[in-house]
């Protein structure tokens, strides 16, 4: 249409072919003229709604009555132009989310057992039912949501979190779709279909981010409604006092508030474009305004500053100088003098940073996967389904990496250290809300609370080695897990939430943008102030149910008359989400309510990208503003050009949409931009 539009335009004002006596800017005009009449017609007769269309309408039916044909298939084509650089503008910007509805397997390889034959078969993965067994190969796309039930595998779920390193994924695992099969077949029953996948979820947010639902686009849409009252009250004076129908129609040309109606959509549209890039997600454009405008950030503490799971910390052995005598497999020595360290906890520690994670007596190293107490205790524990035992093993397990990766290192010949060995255990029994305990290789082992120490074995805790070792962590809210084997106390194991690596430096960043990180917990006093010590937050509420994080956002927003913006992971801290100004959430895979309680989600539950977002919105208030003293002051010069006589209606046009083509590519900025936070 514009391809079209643009020869007949050439051809026109060169006169190089002409259709007898018609002029070849009449196709520009039926081809970008008539949409703009059409759509200012319904909007004027339907909604009475007086808008650029109509004043741009005006022009062109008064072009083309005193007979500047040219001028009115000029203004339509630059006018299509407009909307085809604010398009592109938009389609540019959300590129890399709607990525994610291409994303959508068409495809499923559905699996099936009849009279003990394995069938396999190809369906639409539109058909995929709840309970289909599903088999994914390498490099292929999984097609619903689902458990991981045969195989293992690594899947890429980049495009999901932002994460480049593949997951692992065992028996059990949840996978999901849209994610990608790196290596290994497995077969998936499928639990999530439709709507309700976490693919299709994320594309639904996406496409609830309008920009035009921001409340400063409808402040600017009054702006153009009186900009168009004020252009033909202009034009009729104009035409009154220098009796030139020329100028008249010059001025209803130049006054068209089409770039100030595009200054807030584009800069609102190419920011949630930027934030995609980082995992952020927004459900409204309104919401960046809004947070352009808060002085107080709260954060919940578990899931939003922490991991929200619980990781090894210690392991503390008990020393007395009573003689311990236990055999077990006999090669177990009867000193187990090995201290484990975990200064950052993570479940998939990395080649690189593995020596920050792991400290071990250099001493016993090489005894550390036959003779240590953790191998007895996570032999007991990977019989358990219980958070803790599985938080237990898994870092037994890393601990067996981390020695197979050294022992590589270091050309080591005993091949017994490399992979995860556990012990025999027997008559494995959960206490529930105290502990576990069963044999291991034959001897009696206890893991648990002080309660199931004394009520089963009757063993003695020594309460100064407690105090000593013990309390401190008590007091930060840690978990202790006393061990006992053959009815003698061997230490105790620590466990807690663990801070987010980047908790500190978040921030850090949040107050150098002059704004208040406060923490808000249903955690005790000590706990409370030990992790807001440790992120360097000075404001801390603790003891907080959500009843109470809702009257704190209430003091600030009702008493202080101060903005705040909501942190936390979607659950509990729902209504607090819903209530604050703004609400953030921890929104990662499956995490359904995080989605539908707040304004924002980071899709990859990583808060280093929450200073980036401040900064943006903030960013997107200041381009806005640029964008509407540009749009205004080329208007009000180009008013005052016309009036004079010095522009027709053709370079009228042209100067006027300069005032869009630079409202346009100002936004654009914004697709690039990037905070000092964001490394």
Not at 77 to 101: C, D, H, N, P, Y
Not at 318 to 340: A, T
């Amino acid at each position: 249409m514009l391809i079209v539009s643009a020869i007949a335009l050439i051809l026109s004002f060169f006169k190089v072919f002409t259709i007898g006596p018609i002029d070849l800017s009449w196709i520009a005009i039926l081809l970008c003229g008539l949409p703009i009449i059409k759509d200012a017609i319904v909007g004027l007769v339907t909604e009475f709604d007086i808008k650029a269309d109509l004043l741009v309408s005006i022009a062109l039916i008064a072009s083309i009555i005193i007979g500047e044909i040219f001028a009115a298939g000029e203004i339509a084509f630059i006018m299509a132009i407009g909307g085809l650089l604010e398009e592109f503008t938009v389609a540019r910007s959300r590129a890399g989310i709607e990525k994610l509805v291409h994303l959508t397997p068409r495809t499923a390889r559905r699996v099936s057992n009849k009279n003990g034959v394995t069938n396999e078969e190809i369906i639409d993965a539109k058909k995929v039912e709840i309970g289909d067994l599903i088999q994914v190969l390498p490099g292929e796309t999984v097609p619903v949501d689902g458990e991981l039930i045969n195989g293992e595998t690594s899947i890429d779920q980049s495009i999901m979190t932002g994460e480049p390193v593949p997951i692992d994924k065992i028996k059990g695992d949840e996978v999901f779709s849209g994610t990608v099969n790196q290596f290994g077949s497995f077969v998936m029953k499928a639990t999530k279909i439709g709507k309700d996948s976490s693919l299709q979820r994320m594309i639904d947010l996406v496409e609830s981010a309008d920009a035009d639902k921001s409340k400063i686009v409808r402040l600017t849409d009054k702006w153009a409604t009186w900009i168009v009252v004020i252009a033909l009250s202009a034009a009729i004076s104009t035409y009154f006092l220098t009796g030139e129908i020329i100028r008249s129609v010059t001025v209803l040309v130049v006054f068209c508030p089409c770039a100030l109606v595009l200054a807030t959509p584009t800069a609102i549209v190419a920011a949630i474009g930027n934030l995609t890039r980082y995992g952020v997600l927004i459900k409204e454009g309104d919401a960046l305004e809004r947070l352009s405008k808060i002085k107080n950030i709260l954060f919940d503490k578990t899931g939003t500053l922490t991991y929200g799971k619980p990781e090894v910390l210690d392991l503390i052995e008990y020393k007395s100088n009573e003689s311990l005598d236990y055999n077990i497999n006999d090669s177990i020595d009867d000193d187990i003098n090995n201290q484990y360290e975990l200064s950052e906890p993570s479940n998939e520690p990395s080649n690189q940073d593995v020596d920050n994670k792991f400290k071990f007596n250099d001493s016993n190293n090489q005894n550390m996967d036959n003779n240590s107490l953790i191998k007895i205790l996570a032999s007991l524990e990977n019989k358990s389904e219980h958070p803790l035992g599985k938080a237990i093993v898994n870092y037994y397990k890393n601990l067996n990496n981390y020695n197979s990766y050294n022992n590589y290192n270091n050309d080591s010949k005993d091949s017994g250290n490399n992979g995860t060995i556990f012990l025999n255990v027997d008559n494995f029994e959960m206490i529930i809300g105290k502990g576990v305990k069963g044999l291991v290789n034959g001897e009696e082992v206890l893991a648990g609370n002080e309660e199931l120490l004394i009520s089963k074995s009757d063993v003695e805790i020594d309460q100064l080695w407690v105090k000593n070792n013990l309390l401190s962590f008590i007091d930060n809210g840690a978990t202790i897990i006393y061990i006992a084997i053959n009815n003698n106390l061997r230490g105790a194991l620590i466990l807690g939430d663990s801070l987010r690596e980047d908790a500190k430096e978040t921030i850090n960043h949040i107050k150098e943008l002059d704004l208040n990180p406060v923490l808000l917990t249903g955690d005790t006093e000590k706990p409370a102030k030990h992790m807001a010590d440790q992120v360097g937050i000075d404001q801390l509420y603790y003891d907080s149910l959500p009843e109470t994080k809702m009257k704190v956002i209430d003091g600030y927003q009702d008493i202080k008359n101060e903005f705040v913006a909501m942190v936390g992971d979607g659950v509990n801290d729902a209504p607090s989400l819903k209530k604050a100004h703004v609400g953030i959430a921890m929104g990662g895979i499956g995490s359904d309510i995080a989605v539908d309680a707040a304004d924002i989600a980071l899709i990859g539950d990583d808060i280093k990208s929450i200073p980036h977002l401040l900064g943006i919105s903030k960013k997107v208030m200041q381009t806005i503003n640029i964008n509407i003293i540009i749009s205004l002051s080329l208007n009000f010069v180009a008013i005052i050009l016309a009036m004079l006589g010095i522009l027709d209606p053709i370079t009228g046009a042209l100067v006027h949409n300069v005032g869009s083509v630079l409202v346009v590519i100002y936004s654009s900025l914004l697709l690039k931009w990037k905070s000092s936070g964001i490394s």
